[in-house]
């Protein structure tokens, strides 16, 4: 039989853990660069310089503020530069010392407590947190080194604010605060800390530490917490963040919210019970079926929970605190603002330790009464053992890991297998990937993809006829598609064609981390730009010779608009309406111009002119309504829309962007309507049933 007691004594248990992690963690350290580390971290040239302004002023991704991961990844390039073995080093070592820190943290939890049994608690607790498999995701993944250092960083500030406050020395609740500074720059997923210290704290003795004191160390943590909230809530939506997903993850419906985020704990509670398969994503739908029944279950079995722990928290406080800490340390997670990512293995890190602390207490019993116990016990560690070691080879490169994906779930879209064989230069492979997905859910990714292989080898115009498939597919918001074909007809000589796409892929509002599409495009658009305005100097010459001539000017503002030369389009489109303001085609005109520059407010005063003349322009309407919807005013995009649809009952763009409004504003049976109404005008056009059925698909 394991002598525990033994194991327990001194510090062999924590080095006993730690042991056992590294080894079972130590064939991670040969996997290379996998998933967003190739987007974000790989080409970056930021990260290969130690820029301390840089990296604390500024989003060094261009998508996150979170200057003490980035600073770890400076360091880590300065020793290693772009070798994945020392990035995996760094991860391993962070995540090992966060065990040591751990264990400390839960002894202290144990002992304010009155668990008298202390080192079972913080053993168990620390074991099933160290050798868990949801955590093989936050270890192998280079670029979750937020959840890493947020955690570590988190358990460091407890303990100091903790030991600060029982031995009154205001310097370490000083310290505690500034370590938990560094948290939640590190990963907002740790802005729950205040709660729970509050909890804690009440357990403190008043002898020790009076009411008053307690209050002013919570202030200064709750103050820390809103400050650092507030910047990553403006940083999420100034970068597209919270809504670039928002076609596969619902809508602003706060009760669809609710749904979700009522049922969400049960996703990790299930994964923390049976860890297998584990998957990089998860084909998790909140909101399909019987959605509101199993989320009436959930609610009932939540509060359920919460009042056992409350009616037990005198005879069992460590369960209590446990469970206290899971359903606090969740709420970041819950996704009520909808994220590209609903559930994921590394946002469960931290909601693990409260599961732990809930398994420890009643392991501390068993284990110490009956030897079948312990040996089963072990015997679960054991099997975890082996599920981390095989999970850690899925994360060796892209076809590893997302051929895990599909093998855990084979109906997931193999779009990333796909992408993973093509950046491996395995075309054919990637290509019957992505053709076998296309039949299945009509992804534009296989004709995108097509085309590059035919542009690789000289074949353009084939190429450009399967990018036009690709965006009828997808959408027009694809930039890097734009990207493509716009190359492709630059390579063809039809320049005009080209910088027209240039333009578009500079001017869609999608994410483009760090801006690499649209710095491509920009490139291209000025070197054809410099070939096309050779032909400009006799219209800009009319028009300056002549300025009292409207149709000079109005020719050369379309001709610079054309060129994408909004800015100085603007000032001849002014020129022109101010020697004829009843030209509804320069006020519409105009409206597209200051769109292009996503002046929505002014866009729309442009095409409301452009109506006075001519009421008869759906475009316009239609026009206007998007600026509207951009600027959140989604009744008047409704007005517009209408007005669009009722001057052309068959307008599939007016009836479209109706679904999308109702969509964003939460309305699902009026957005269903306007969306099927759509898919019946779309009739054959490949493209835009797909555009429409995006959307029908979430709301299924």
């Known amino acids: 039989m394991v002598n525990w007691t033994e194991l327990l004594k001194s510090r062999k248990g924590i080095l006993f853990i730690v042991i056992c992690t590294a080894v079972v963690y130590i064939n991670s350290l040969s996997n290379g660069f996998v998933w967003d580390d190739n987007v974000l971290l790989v080409p970056n040239e930021a990260y290969k310089k130690l820029d301390f302004g840089r990296i604390f002023f500024t989003k060094v991704n261009s998508l996150e503020y979170l200057p003490f991961r980035d600073l770890s ?33 839960v002894k202290n939890i144990a002992i304010l407590s009155g668990e008298k049994e202390w080192e079972f608690i913080a053993f168990w607790a620390t074991v099933i947190f160290a050798l868990h498999p949801l955590h093989t995701e936050v270890v192998n993944f280079i670029h979750g080194r937020n959840t890493l250092l947020a955690a570590l960083f988190l358990f460091l500030s407890f303990n100091l604010c903790l030991e600060g406050i029982q031995k009154q ?39 020790i530490a009076s009411w008053r004191k307690k209050a002013l160390v919570l202030l200064v943590f709750l103050g820390i917490d809103i400050f650092a909230m507030s910047i990553h809530y ?18 602003d419906n706060w009760w669809i919210r609710i749904a979700k985020a009522l049922q969400n704990p049960f996703f990790y509670v299930k994964t923390y019970l049976l860890p297998y398969p584990l998957s990089v994503e ?43 800490w899971f359903f606090i340390s969740v709420v970041p997670v819950l996704n009520v603002f909808s994220t590209a990512t609903a559930v994921a293995d590394r946002y469960a890190y931290l909601p693990i330790l409260g599961l732990s602390l809930l398994s420890a207490y009643p392991l501390k019993i068993i284990v110490s009464r ?48 796909g992408l993973a064989f093509w950046d491996e230069g395995q075309f054919e492979e990637a290509l019957a990937c992505l053709k076998k997905e296309k039949e299945i859910s009509g992804t534009f990714r296989y004709d995108q993809y097509q085309g590059r292989y035919l542009f690789k080898s000289g074949r353009y115009s084939e190429a450009i006829a399967h990018y036009k498939e690709a965006l009828a597919r997808g959408g027009s918001a694809l930039k890097e598609v734009h990207l493509d074909i716009a190359m492709a007809y630059e390579k063809e000589g039809m320049d005009m ?31 054809v730009r410099g070939r096309l305005m050779q032909g400009l100097e006799e219209a800009r010459n009319q028009a300056l010779n002549d300025p009292l001539n409207f149709k000079y000017q109005a020719n050369l503002a379309l001709s610079l608009h054309r060129l994408g030369l909004y800015e100085e389009a603007e000032k001849f489109y002014d020129r022109a309406l101010k020697l004829n303001q009843t030209s509804w085609e320069v006020w519409y005109n105009l409206g597209i111009a200051r769109m292009k520059q996503r ?48 001057l052309d009952p068959n307008f599939f763009y007016a009836s479209f962007n109706l679904g999308r409004v109702y969509f964003n504003a939460g309305n699902r049976e009026m957005s269903r309507k306007y969306f099927l109404a759509a898919r019946a005008l779309a009739g054959e056009n490949s493209g835009m049933p797909a555009m429409v059925n995006q959307y029908l698909k979430e709301l299924n």
Request: with cysteine.
């Open 73 to 105: 990844y400076v360091i880590d390039y300065q020793i290693w530069g772009m070798n994945p073995f020392g990035f995996h080093l760094t991860n391993l070592l962070l995540y090992l010392i966060t065990l040591f820190v751990l264990f400390n943290m």
């Open 169 to 207: 020395k205001n310097i370490l609740v000083l310290l505690s605060a500034i370590i938990f500074v560094m948290a939640v720059f590190s990963k907002a997923i740790v802005i729950f800390f205040p709660l729970f210290l509050a909890l804690i704290l009440f357990l403190v003795p008043a002898t």
């Open 234 to 251: 403006f940083n999420a939506f100034s970068t597209g963040v919270m809504d670039v997903g928002f076609i596969m993850y619902g809508n």
């Open 282 to 324: 998860y084909q998790v739908s909140f909101v399909s079926g019987a959605f509101v029944f199993r989320s009436i279950l959930a609610g009932i079995a939540l509060t359920a929970a919460l009042c056992l722990a409350w009616f037990w928290r005198k005879r069992h406080l460590i369960p209590a605190i446990g469970a206290a």
């Open 370 to 417: 009956n030897r079948v116990f312990s040996y089963l016990a072990l015997g679960i560690i054991l099997a975890w053992c082996f599920i981390d070691f095989n999970r850690n080879m899925d994360w060796r490169s892209e076809v590893t890991l997302w051929k895990s994906a599909v093998s855990a779930n084979p109906n997931m879209s193999r779009v990333n297998l």
């Open 497 to 527: 064609q080209a910088l027209e796409e240039y333009l578009k892929a500079i001017e869609t509002d999608s994410l483009d981390m760090l801006e690499k599409y649209s710095r491509q495009a920009r490139e291209g658009a000025s070197r």
């Open 599 to 646: 002046r929505h407010a002014e866009a729309i005063q442009s095409f409301e002119k452009s109506l006075l003349m001519n009421p008869g322009n759906k475009d316009a309407f239609n026009n206007a309504g998007t600026c509207y919807m951009s600027l959140r005013n989604y009744s008047q995009a409704i007005k517009c829309y209408e007005r669009a649809l009722a």
